[in-house]
């Protein structure tokens, strides 16, 4: 196994023997192979040209699986090498060819796969008549400016920024690793400026994090460190010293209580030097969320003002993790183009939820991507191959022009629809969109994943990336992989395993438009691989990936109480005094609900139902499961379905949050001794 590296930094990875030198390939071979590539799309490097070409077929690799070329087609199979006269598992003493560790587990059939669906897109995209998005990179310093301006802290390059308080109760809430993320992009931005010798009025960094009372030793230290020791244990967000260290977790805990990025800076100075071994296969480590009993946060479990907290500080700590990794990641940004303005494929998600919330309100994912899932879930999770083998494009074709015309007018003939044409219109309806599923912004951030050292810490990653998500392309990126899953469960009859799908579907997703033209031939190859893990982790570890962390969490619950603080010091305004008077009504009735928490009940809301409230005795055992329970006993209680019931958190340092089942109150009262409890019934 070898791996070179090109004038343009991509890795390359072949085939090599352990025992003797590759032959050359003649010009012959060279054309034959070439004009292979330009017929499939395929492309692998010359020492693996040679492999496929000449060398594979050995004494020492009988009974072996290696790639062969077909010079008539042009397409790439999997097949047994057999020398002349050479008994079955026989060897010549001689090293056989490894398989390349970059590969992580995909074997030459699934990589076979996946460049047979580059040559399926390639060939289906062919005719396209929409102008393509041109993915390009921002300027230094623009860069800069666009992702302070995302995290809420324009207020760092622009005076006049109306979120002033607001940036400064955010900063407070910050680990030293996030400030440092934050001081890094404020000094290369000023540096630009003054590049460009334009007036500017970025703050010294200092100034940012220094605390009032620090000497000029230990400015100088929070220069480096980006954030001082007070900053960083005082921020009751689990990064504290009492908190436990990223070190002492088991390698397949996701801790969620310490900042990702304080966690990669700990394995980085070495405090722990394991790491999860990969795994062949669909047998990847079961990593699982270590328990909390103030309970675990999903997506949409928040506020809409709570979840614009959580996104910006998930956006800090994500370049915070990668920064401390070592890992440059450049956003790209998309010019605006003319994209189609109805329909169903190559329109954009906005547009499609748009049309569907008139017919349908409160659709999250587009109704005509939900029908195709549904089908083949009705007719076709058992048919073999059902993701990989394509429907007959001109078939195919003929479909999509009729979906167009038919779908909304409820008239499409779905029985007659067969389950390889409806899996080939999800794919095309996937790669068709005009962004890309995975957003332009952090498309270079997904595909950088690969680069943490660890897979918890890809795990992480992609958790903040997932957050980080438009909700449309967040909540139809859940249901794509919730289906994935499904196919997946019904493997020994569809023949269709987790790498199988990871590698079917990484083109479509990956090979977005405004990428497909720019990417090389080398890229091509290099990014196979690496795609279709992504793929592969994003469909396996669903479940952890919609989880907020609590670290965040506490963050915002930080954030909150600073906003409170800043509102009630204010008292110039009149419109805040009248705020501090109802808040002190408020205050009041809390106080009683606190002495009634304190005689061992709480007060329990319901105002959807008839049951206005309710008396909850508050023992050290009492979940939310038990209020429910509690609620659901009482006489005269409504005719709802469990399922459809949850129990709320509501004031104190948080707007609104739905709870699990599994949160112990007693815990969250000590975290939020100010909250309200409310029962709400909930949409599924």
Known sequence: MSRQQDERGVVLTAYTSNSEALPAI???????????????????????????????????????????????????????????????????????????????????????????????????????????????????????????????????????????????????????????????????????????????????????????????????????????????????????????????????????????????????????????????????????????????????????????????????????????????????????????????????????????????????????????????????????GVLRIPGAATRVKAVCHELEHKFYEGVFPWQSLKQHDAASLLKLFIRELPYPLLTVEYFSAFISVLKLPTKKQQLQALNLLVLLLPEPNRDTLKALLEFFQRVTDHKDRNKMTLNNVAVVMAPNIFMCKGFRSKISEQQEFAMATGTANIVRLLVRYQNLLWTIPKFVLNQVRKHNMENQRKMHRDRAVKKLLKKMAYDRERASDKQEKNTEAEGGFIRVQAPQFSKVSMAVQLTEDLKASDVLTHFLSQERSPSVKREDLCLYEMGGNIKERCLDEETYITALLELNPSAEWVIKSVQH
């Open 26 to 384: 003649s010009c012959k071979e060279q054309t034959e192979f070439l004009g292979a590539r330009r017929s499939t799309g395929v492309f692998l490097v010359q020492q693996l040209r040679a492999e496929v070409l000449r060398g594979c077929c050995r004494p020492e690799h009988s009974g072996t699986r290696c790639l062969r070329t077909s010079r008539k087609t042009g397409q790439y199979n999997v097949q047994r090498c057999k020398a002349a006269g050479a008994a079955p598992g026989s060897s010549s003493g001689k090293t056989p060819y490894q398989r390349c560790s970059s590969q992580d587990s995909l074997d030459e059939q699934a990589m076979v796969d996946y460049f047979k669906e580059v040559e399926i897109i390639q060939r289906s995209g062919d005719a396209e008549t929409q102008e393509e998005v041109q993915l390009k990179v921002a300027d230094e310093g623009e860069q800069e400016e666009a992702w302070l301006m995302e995290a809420g802290l324009a207020t760092l390059f622009d005076e006049s920024a109306s979120d002033g308080e607001d940036s400064i109760a955010l900063l407070s809430t910050l680990t030293r690793t996030q400030a440092a993320a934050v001081e890094r992009r404020v000094e290369t931005l000023k540096q630009t400026l003054r590049k460009r010798n334009k007036p500017y009025s970025v703050p010294d960094v200092r100034e940012i994090f220094k605390p009032a009372s620090q000497s000029k030793d230990e400015a100088e230290s929070t220069e480096r460190s980006g954030s001082s020791k007070q900053e960083v244990e005082g921020l009751g967000n689990g990064a504290g010293p009492d908190a436990p260290r990223g070190g002492a977790d088991a390698e397949t805990d996701i801790n969620l209580e310490v900042s990702f990025s304080e966690q990669a800076l700990t394995y980085k100075e070495g405090l722990k030097v394991t790491q999860p071994q990969n795994e062949a296969d669909d047998r990847l480590p079961d990593f699982r969320v270590s328990q909390d009993k103030t309970g675990q946060t999903r997506v949409g479990d928040l506020s809409a003002e709570d979840m614009k907290k959580v996104r910006r500080l998930v956006l800090i700590e994500m370049s915070a993790l990668f920064d401390t990794c070592g890992i440059e990641v450049k956003a790209h940004k998309a010019l605006k183009v003319k994209v189609r303005e109805s329909g169903l494929f190559g329109v954009s998600l906005s547009t499609l939820l748009e049309q569907d919330q008139r017919r349908i309100p409160g659709t999250k994912v587009p109704l005509i991507l939900q029908h195709l899932m549904s089908h083949i879930e009705e007719q076709g999770l058992d048919t073999e």
